[in-house]
Nanobody, 124 residues
């Protein structure tokens, strides 16, 4: 079992920045691919970013590429999502996810473990 707890969400003006954190407990953090998904009201859950076990490979949705950065600190069992140049369309609940697969995936079905979510609201 892996438990994921997100933090860092909040209200920010368009153009601002937020950093989300996800603290993992349970099994060996470094053995998991980590990622972030988001879900806006009345929309499907969508992939945001993922990072493989070693942290050497990262993947992003086109909508956030160049603005968001995913990173991980395996010593602290934590994954981060730095969000810059935020837009109102980024408003959503952001979920931290984890899976033991060593490969990239943008599918929500791939990720076995999910956090409870943290709300990000970007005002115009």
């Amino acid at each position: 079992q892996v438990q994921l707890v997100e933090s860092g969400g909040g209200l920010v003006q368009a153009g601002g920045s937020l950093r989300l954190s996800c603290a993992a407990s349970g099994r060996t953090f470094s053995g998991y691919t980590m990622g972030w998904f988001r879900q806006a009201p009345r929309k499907e859950r969508e992939f945001v970013a993922s990072i493989l076990r070693s942290g050497g490979w990262t993947y992003y949705a086109d909508s956030v590429k160049g603005r968001f950065t995913i990173s991980r600190d395996n010593a602290k069992n934590t994954v981060y999502l730095q969000m810059n140049s935020l837009k109102p369309d980024d408003t959503a609940v952001y979920y931290c996810v984890a899976d033991s697969s060593p490969f990239y995936s943008g599918s929500a079905d791939t990720y076995h473990y999910w956090g409870q979510g943290t709300q990000v609201t970007v005002s115009s």
